[in-house]
């Protein structure tokens, strides 16, 4: 399936194939305003309340993020934007568990990740979380297929079950013919939706994008940005996307904006 196949949600398999690269309709999902048919926005998946975090020390300290609050429901895709260094990878690091705040609460799918102890963060990231990176980040030697099943080895689910689990995701990222490619026999745009369908193996309540489209080209960006607010729509997840790129900040149902660690008023 190429880059360019038109996004369709299939309610009754809950597949998303694909995803229209131009154009932005999405069936199954609404394509302007916040709220989709289908998903309730009503429940609250993340709570971020007067969140600090300083680097550094003294006439050196840098306060990436400075009381920082708001939350996110299900079936909302929410873009955070500002300029380099605002904090947004800083903020969404500790949405996700991968860094602690000094100060304030964190609060994912009802796990209190702030005053959570290691083995918790860790079960957080691996099941309650997925993560996108600007950079991919695929294990080079691993074919699509055995990438997306990574989080599922972790997570010791059957080999059986994992081999239909990864079909599955592959087909819902538009990858199904590709599953035996190893990342440098597939396209920066194929890559990251290799990176998305690792991301919802563990089918995360939460997924964290940081500039997923960052060293994609405008019109591949937009197809990835496509796909994830399909998929956040159609299974009624919450995404946290930090990005620059105003058209894709266009596709997102909220947009937080930081300034010096500030969340400036919406
Ligand atoms: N581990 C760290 N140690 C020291 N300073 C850090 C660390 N991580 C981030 N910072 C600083 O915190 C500020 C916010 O950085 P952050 O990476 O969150 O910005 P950003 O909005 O993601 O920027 P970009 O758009 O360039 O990715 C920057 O001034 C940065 O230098
Ligand atoms: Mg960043």
């Known amino acids: 399936m190429s880059e360019r ?14 995803a229209e690269s131009t154009g932005g309709a999405v069936a ?31 006439e050196h300290a840098v306060h990436a993020v400075r009381d920082v ?21 800083t903020l969404l690091n500790l ?6 705040p000094d100060s304030g609460r964190v609060v994912v799918a009802g796990h209190d990740v702030t005053g959570a102890a290691e083995k918790e963060l860790l079960e957080l990231r691996r099941g309650t979380v997925g993560f996108v990176f600007q950079t991919f980040g695929l294990v080079p030697i691993l074919s ?32 199904g013919g590709h599953a ?28 964290i994008a940081d500039e997923p489209t960052g060293q994609l080209d405008s019109e591949t960006g937009r197809s990835i940005m496509d796909l994830l607010r399909a998929v956040v729509h159609a299974r009624g997840m919450t995404a946290l ?14 947009v937080l ?4 660690g500030h969340l400036l008023p919406a």
Do not use: C, M, W
């Open 95 to 100: 949405v996700g568990g991968l860094d602690r």
């Open 28 to 58: 199954g999902a609404e394509s302007t305003g916040g709220a989709v048919a289908g998903a309730t926005v009503t429940d609250e998946v993340v709570r971020v309340e007067g969140v600090n975090r300083t680097f550094g020390r003294g």
């Open 241 to 254: 996307v930090a990005t620059h790129d105003p058209a894709l900040i266009d596709l997102a149902d909220r």
């Open 180 to 207: 035996g490619q190893r990342p440098y026999e597939l396209s920066g745009g194929q890559q990251q939706r290799v990176a998305v369908a690792r991301a919802l193996a563990n089918e995360p309540d939460l997924l």
């Open 69 to 89: 609050s708001f939350s996110a429901g299900r079936g909302e895709l929410v873009a955070v934007r500002g300029r380099s260094g605002a904090g947004k990878t």
């Open 144 to 175: 699509a297929a055995e990438n997306v099943g990574v989080p599922l080895r972790l997570a010791r689910v059957p080999a059986a079950e994992r081999e239909e689990r990864v079909a599955v995701l592959l087909e819902l990222v538009g990858l």
């Open 5 to 18: 196949d038109v996004t369709r949600y299939d309610g009754a398999a809950g597949t998303v194939a694909g």
């Open 257 to 260: 904006t930081l300034r010096d």
